[in-house]
């Protein structure tokens, strides 16, 4: 038997942690690992003591139509980067790797296309994450360099960039 590789094995743990999502549209998992230990893991559901979408039975998002990507500010959920974010310590953080596995809700299949959104993006910047690293399919991956978000920023007007 071949012995899975370490990002891989990282991003089949991230996978594990997204079964406790409780969103209605998209499940994501992440976790944050640093010098080959795992220092926090996080998954997009409701800031704690809050209903959630799964307790409610309804996505306000979806409700009113609201295509995947926009109107975040409408979302219950705290996403999966920010809570593993927020669970470790930044001392932890710098120079680490964050893995992210997205599944969707509905039908079960690995998001092909996940990422992480433009406030996970500066979440992951301010907390010294070096890398970042996609689960694209079981055995397919993308890797992300934080260095390049940083280089390509998403937050200024093209005219500007």
Same mark, same amino acid.
């Given at each position: 038997?071949?012995? !899975?590789?370490?990002?891989? *094995?990282? %991003?089949? /743990?991230?996978?594990?942690?997204?079964?406790?999502?409780?969103?209605?549209? +998209?499940? *994501? $998992?992440?976790? !944050?690992?640093?010098?080959?230990?795992?220092?926090?893991? $996080?998954?997009? $559901?409701?800031? +704690?003591?809050?209903?959630?979408?799964?307790?409610?039975?309804?996505?306000? +998002?979806?409700?009113?139509?609201?295509?995947?990507?926009?109107?975040?500010?409408?979302?219950? @959920?705290?996403?999966?980067?920010?809570?593993?974010?927020?669970?470790?310590?930044? #001392?932890?953080? /710098?120079?680490?790797? %964050?893995? %992210?596995?997205?599944?969707?809700?509905?039908?079960?299949?690995?998001?092909?296309?996940?990422? @992480?959104? @433009?406030?996970?993006? =500066?979440?992951?910047?301010?907390? $010294? /994450?070096? +890398?970042?690293? /996609?689960?694209?399919?079981?055995?397919?991956? #993308?890797?992300?360099?934080?260095?390049?978000?940083? =280089?390509?920023?998403? #937050?200024?007007?093209?005219?500007?960039?």
């Amino acid at each position: 038997m071949a012995r !899975i590789d370490k990002e891989n *094995y990282y %991003l089949d /743990i991230a996978e594990t942690v997204l079964e406790r999502s409780t969103c209605l549209r +998209r499940c *994501y $998992g992440a976790i !944050i690992v640093k010098n080959d230990e795992i220092v926090s893991t $996080g998954y997009n $559901g409701a800031p +704690r003591g809050r209903r959630n979408c799964g307790d409610l039975g309804y996505c306000t +998002r979806e409700a009113m139509n609201i295509p995947s990507g926009e109107r975040y500010e409408l979302c219950r @959920s705290v996403h999966a980067e920010a809570n593993a974010i927020i669970s470790a310590a930044r #001392s932890q953080s /710098i120079g680490a790797t %964050l893995y %992210l596995a997205g599944r969707d809700a509905k039908t079960g299949e690995l998001l092909s296309d996940a990422t @992480s959104c @433009s406030m996970c993006r =500066r979440l992951i910047i301010n907390a $010294g /994450i070096d +890398r970042v690293v /996609i689960r694209r399919t079981k055995e397919d991956y #993308s890797v992300v360099h934080v260095e390049d978000w940083i =280089r390509e920023d998403d #937050s200024l007007p093209s005219s500007v960039k």
